[in-house]
């Protein structure tokens, strides 16, 4: 079953391809619930309960239809400075009580794409959820002492230089700025969307140093740069407010699989170690129950599409060419295990493989439901396109019969050594979108 945002219903095999227009914010609440074996945990704070006192209290931070998903409308971010609405500019409209948060930010006010009204405090001040800026990275011999193998980390590969980002530490931080293979980047992860997002932290032609604000629209982390103090959408990688409104941050494909996926595929690749100069209580879920279907996401005041769950896991890709928005419910990937589609002009394959927990969901991460990993991908190698299915823990091409990973690379077989090109994707909640 796949989503897209136009009003067209698609059938292929056993599921319908749906298509409709992504909600544009997120808004999930920490659990309060203190049942390490349960899900079903008490509904959400305004403060996770594990969290230590110095922790955030409100952290902000398709699968198929069949064989082919259906195109939506909501432009994504694409990979290139676009302004997606027209500024207010001139007037500082700010409320008393986003004014009363926000009276010493050197944020230009007067600019603005959105209305002050969206925007929330998610509890803790500017920088009360630190973020990572000077990130150190440890091997996967020591990582293994405090890391299990089906935590869910944020893989991203640039130049040759693998990074793991685990989420029992991002959780707690939200941002990470960081330089990969010479590449400034922000690795971001919004707990209430449950989304991971990476982008490359250029802004006016300059490496920035983003930080989080403590404020949501939508249930969504809003970021700040703090060369301008502009305010930026963790989702969009948007300008919002400041004299950066409009401008896009440009997406890097990484992916969110298991620690274990992660070892097996960079044998070299570095972890994010758990000092950070800000220790808190990793391996520890301060958000537990918050994925439970049915729960109400947290300072969410936007329209819900009630086709899925508000908390149901899905994966979206954004295609600019045709400006084509897919989303595959993680419940179809389960099932289907790959999807060979094709939206427009382009081919795409979603891989789903079981054996990465919820960062969402136990007390203990380690413990989490199995919501497994995905990776999306062009399959068009040499000029030819693949058709995949999955075999146990690794991925076959019918064409010629070479195995594959869950991050694209070709492991034995005729194309041996190949990596297929990612497409820039997500994985987060249903309402969020």
């Known amino acids: ?9 698609l059938t292929f095999l056993l599921f319908t391809a749906l298509i409709l227009a992504a909600c544009s914010s997120t808004e999930p609440a920490p659990p309060a619930s203190d049942d390490t074996s349960n899900e079903v945990a008490a509904l959400p704070t305004t403060k996770p309960t594990d969290a230590p006192t110095d922790a955030p209290a409100e952290p902000t931070d398709a699968p198929p239809a069949t064989d082919s998903p259906a195109p939506t409308e909501q432009p994504q971010p694409t990979a290139e400075p676009v302004a997606t609405e027209p500024p207010q500019q ?30 929330l405090s998610g509890g803790p001040p500017r920088d009360g959820i630190p973020s990572i800026d000077e990130p150190k990275f440890i091997d996967s011999a020591e990582a293994d002492e405090w890391l299990a193998d089906n935590e869910p980390v944020i893989a991203l ?21 960081d330089t990969v293979g010479d590449t400034p980047v922000i690795v971001t992860f919004c707990p209430l969307c449950n989304s991971a997002i990476v982008f490359e932290r250029i802004v006016n032609g300059e490496p920035t140093e983003f930080g989080v604000s403590g ?18 959408q ?25 620690y274990a996926n992660f070892k097996d595929a960079y044998p070299d690749g570095k972890i994010l170690s758990r000092d950070t100069g800000n220790p808190r209580n990793y391996g520890n879920n301060p958000y537990a129950g918050y994925d439970t279907l049915g729960r109400q996401p947290f300072l969410f005041n936007g329209e819900k599409d009630e086709r899925l769950d508000a908390v149901a896991r899905v994966t979206t890709v954004h295609l600019d060419e045709g400006n084509i928005d897919i989303a595959y419910p993680l419940t179809v990937l389960e099932e289907m295990q790959v999807i060979n589609d094709v939206q427009g002009e382009q081919p795409i394959v979603v891989f789903h493989l079981p054996g990465t927990s919820s960062a969402l969901g136990k007390r203990v991460i380690a413990l989490g439901e199995d919501v497994g990993a995905t990776g999306v991908f062009d399959p068009v190698v040499n000029g030819q396109t693949l058709t995949f299915s999955r075999d146990g823990d690794v991925f076959v091409d019918a064409e010629t019969g070479t195995t594959w990973n869950i991050v694209g690379h070709a492991l034995d077989g005729e194309l041996a050594g190949e ?4 497409i820039v994707h997500a994985d987060h ?3 969020s979108w």
């Open 429 to 431: 909640f249903w309402f």
């Open 215 to 232: 404020l949501l629209r939508n249930s969504d982390l809003i970021m700040y740069d703090r060369q301008t103090e502009s305010l930026w």
């Open 1 to 9: 079953m796949t989503f897209s945002k136009r009003p067209i219903l």
């Open 234 to 258: 963790q989702f969009t990688g948007t300008g919002i407010v400041g004299t950066t409104t409009g401008q896009q941050l440009t997406f890097l494909p990484s992916s969110l699989i298991s």
């Open 90 to 119: 001139g007037v500082d409209n700010r409320n008393e009580r986003l004014k009363s948060l926000t009276k010493r930010w050197r944020t230009d006010w007067t600019i603005t794409s959105i209305d002050f009204d969206e925007i």
């Open 157 to 177: 590969e640039i130049n040759g230089d693998a990074r793991a980002y685990p989420l029992q530490i991002i959780t707690w931080h939200e941002i990470v700025n």
């Open 419 to 422: 990596q297929l090109e990612p």
